[in-house]
């Protein structure tokens, strides 16, 4: 059915799918590239949160938490969320998978499944018209973060990420992909109470420790779909336009070495040499010598020695 002609019931359903990301979908019409403003409505709001700052002020300790939060989330995020979920690029147990989807899921970048599944299709049409960010195909402030109010972009593509659906707590995970941010954000105010001796105060932890923690981390992960397809250097003459950026490697924990992940995105690493700074897979390394994951996968020879052939 049209719900076009029924804007009401259009309506209750973008507000529904703020709890239920699967609420009436098939009523949609999914494939026009169009926005649905009512239902980003939360997102917005959580960039217009951080401007309580200027209330709630800073403290070191509040300042360090949020620190700490971009960092793990981050890790969770690029480690997992990328590396395992949308590449495999290395094997872990059913529990550990689950306890870092829980992780990536607080950083407000949706499930794992809608991730990775909007994953494989950017690397699949790489710049191409199929390419749900690309900063060639539809314009920097698109790639970077307009791609996410399209009503197209907001299901799942269960079909792309069959080898993930066929776990239950994934799949309850991306759908109601709103409990564990709001959980974050509630457990950031306990936080701060009872670190109230130490200057800070629930409020200001929650604004420093989730909101603003989470915006940053939100936007650098964005640069590696908007600005590495634009800025940097080029390593691998690939068919598409990903480049490698040490300053966006910094901020994303290595996912700026974009021209070697798309030359190859099979590997767990993606700072090809020892000096591109690549933290997450340091700490993927480490998680493998706990036992925690193994398998993974490494950089082949014949890369290496394509990469010879060319100019860094």
Not at 49 to 59: H, I, K, M, N, Q
Not at 270 to 278: K, R
Request: a positive charge; glycine letters at 8%.
């Amino acid at each position: 059915m049209n719900t076009s002609s029924h804007p009401v019931r259009s309506k209750i359903n973008s507000l529904l799918r703020w709890v239920d990301s699967e609420a009436n979908y098939r009523e949609e019409f999914l494939s026009q590239r169009r926005s649905e403003w009512l239902r980003v409505i939360p997102f917005g709001l959580v960039h217009l949160a951080c401007l309580a700052v200027f209330w709630v002020g800073w403290s070191p300790i509040a300042v360090g938490v949020a620190l700490a939060a971009y960092a793990v989330r981050m890790f969770a995020i690029t480690g997992f969320y990328h590396r395992y979920f949308s590449h495999r690029t290395f094997s872990t147990s059913r529990a550990a998978q689950f306890v870092f989807a829980l992780i990536g899921n607080s950083a407000l970048q949706r499930g794992p499944l809608w991730w990775a599944a909007h994953h494989r299709h950017h690397h699949r049409y790489s710049d191409q018209p199929g390419d749900p960010h690309s900063p060639h195909q539809h314009g920097f402030v698109w790639s970077h973060v307009l791609w996410i109010t399209s009503r197209e972009n907001f299901p799942t593509d269960l079909k792309a990420v069959r080898d993930l659906a066929r776990f239950p707590e994934l799949r309850f995970l991306n759908r109601f992909d709103f409990i564990v941010p709001v959980a974050l954000g509630v457990g950031m105010y306990f936080i701060g109470e009872s670190l109230s001796a130490y200057g800070t105060s629930g409020w200001q932890m929650v604004i420093w420790g989730f909101f603003i923690s989470t915006i940053a981390l939100f936007h650098a992960t964005c640069t590696i779909n908007s600005l590495a397809h634009q800025f940097g250097s080029r390593r691998f003459d690939t068919d598409e336009g990903s480049r490698n950026n040490f300053w966006l490697a910094l901020i994303t924990f290595g996912e700026g070495w974009h021209n070697n992940h798309h030359y190859y995105p099979g590997a767990s690493r993606q700072g090809f040499y020892w000096w591109e700074i690549d933290p997450t897979y340091w700490g993927l390394k480490v998680l493998s010598w706990l036992g925690i994951i193994w398998d993974l996968h490494p950089v082949p020879e014949r890369v290496y020695a394509r990469a010879s052939e060319q100019p860094a």
